[in-house]
C-alpha cells in the first residue's frame, strides 16, 4: 500500500514551508542574501536544516521562492495603480514613484532583489521579474500613445528601458555601503522626470 499523508501532516509541512519562507524573507529584510544563510533561516524558522532542504533542494531555489512572492507583491501593486481612472502619464508616475519610495523604505531587500551578487538561479528569477513589471508599463505606454499623451515609439523597448532605468539608478542608494546619497523625494521626482522625458511625456518635471 503506497503512503499517503494525513490531513494533520500535510498542515504542518505547509506551516513549515510558510515559517521557512517567512524567515528568509525577514532576515534578507535586514541584511540581503548574505543574512540569510540555510543555518539562520533554520533557526529563525524553528526546524532543522533538514526541513529546509525538504522543502526546498537548494538555497538558491528558497531565494527564488522568496524573491518570486516579492515580485507577486509588486506586481499586485503596480496593476492597482495601472487601473485607475488618472490619466497614463500620471499612473506611470505614481507607478514609478512608489516602487522607488518602497525601495528606498527597504533598502537590504530593494538591493538583494535588484542588485546583490546572488547564484544564476536567482538572477533568472530577478529578470523575470522585470519583465513582468516591464508588462505593466508597456500597457501604461500604449495607453498614453493611444491617448496622444506620449508620442509614437518602440513600446517594448520604451518599457524595459523605464525599468532599467528606475532599478539602476536605486543601486546606488540602497547599496550595503550606501553612506549619504541623495535619497527621499528629491530621488524619487529626478527618477520620475527623468523616465517622463524619456518617453515623451508633456509637463514633465523633475
Given at each position: 500500500?503506497?503512503?499517503?499523508?494525513?490531513?494533520?501532516?500535510?498542515?504542518?509541512?505547509?506551516?513549515?514551508?510558510?515559517?521557512?519562507?517567512?524567515?528568509?524573507?525577514?532576515?534578507?529584510?535586514?541584511?540581503?542574501?548574505?543574512?540569510?544563510?540555510?543555518?539562520?533561516?533554520?533557526?529563525?524558522?524553528?526546524?532543522?536544516?533538514?526541513?529546509?532542504?525538504?522543502?526546498?533542494?537548494?538555497?538558491?531555489?528558497?531565494?527564488?521562492?522568496?524573491?518570486?512572492?516579492?515580485?507577486?507583491?509588486?506586481?499586485?501593486?503596480?496593476?492597482?495603480?495601472?487601473?485607475?481612472?488618472?490619466?497614463?502619464?500620471?499612473?506611470?508616475?505614481?507607478?514609478?514613484?512608489?516602487?522607488?519610495?518602497?525601495?528606498?523604505?527597504?533598502?537590504?531587500?530593494?538591493?538583494?532583489?535588484?542588485?546583490?551578487?546572488?547564484?544564476?538561479?536567482?538572477?533568472?528569477?530577478?529578470?523575470?521579474?522585470?519583465?513582468?513589471?516591464?508588462?505593466?508599463?508597456?500597457?501604461?505606454?500604449?495607453?498614453?500613445?493611444?491617448?496622444?499623451e506620449f508620442p509614437q515609439q518602440s513600446l517594448d523597448?520604451?518599457?524595459?528601458?523605464?525599468?532599467?532605468a528606475f532599478t539602476e539608478a536605486?543601486?546606488?542608494?540602497?547599496?550595503?555601503?550606501?553612506?549619504?546619497?541623495?535619497?527621499?523625494?528629491?530621488?524619487?521626482?529626478?527618477?520620475?522626470?527623468?523616465?517622463?522625458?524619456?518617453?515623451?511625456?508633456?509637463?514633465?518635471?523633475?
Amino acid at each position: 500500500m503506497a503512503y499517503r499523508r494525513s490531513a494533520l501532516m500535510e498542515e504542518r509541512l505547509a506551516g513549515n514551508r510558510e515559517r521557512i519562507l517567512h524567515a528568509a524573507r525577514v532576515l534578507i529584510a535586514e541584511g540581503g542574501y548574505r543574512n540569510a544563510p540555510v543555518t539562520a533561516v533554520a533557526a529563525a524558522a524553528g526546524v532543522s536544516t533538514g526541513q529546509i532542504y525538504r522543502h526546498f533542494p537548494s538555497k538558491a531555489e528558497l531565494f527564488v521562492e522568496v524573491l518570486n512572492e516579492a515580485v507577486q507583491r509588486e506586481m499586485a501593486i503596480l496593476r492597482a495603480i495601472a487601473a485607475t481612472q488618472a490619466s497614463a502619464a500620471e499612473r506611470l508616475r505614481s507607478a514609478i514613484a512608489t516602487f522607488v519610495r518602497r525601495a528606498l523604505a527597504g533598502p537590504a531587500l530593494a538591493y538583494a532583489f535588484i542588485a546583490e551578487p546572488v547564484e544564476s538561479e536567482v538572477d533568472a528569477e530577478r529578470i523575470r521579474g522585470r519583465r513582468l513589471f516591464g508588462e505593466v508599463f508597456r500597457q501604461l505606454l500604449a495607453e498614453g500613445v493611444a491617448a496622444g499623451e506620449f508620442p509614437q515609439q518602440s513600446l517594448d523597448a520604451a518599457a524595459a528601458c523605464i525599468v532599467g532605468a528606475f532599478t539602476e539608478a536605486l543601486v546606488g542608494p540602497i547599496a550595503p555601503s550606501r553612506g549619504d546619497p541623495q535619497q527621499g523625494e528629491q530621488l524619487v521626482e529626478a527618477i520620475c522626470g527623468f523616465c517622463l522625458r524619456a518617453v515623451g511625456a508633456a509637463q514633465a518635471s523633475g
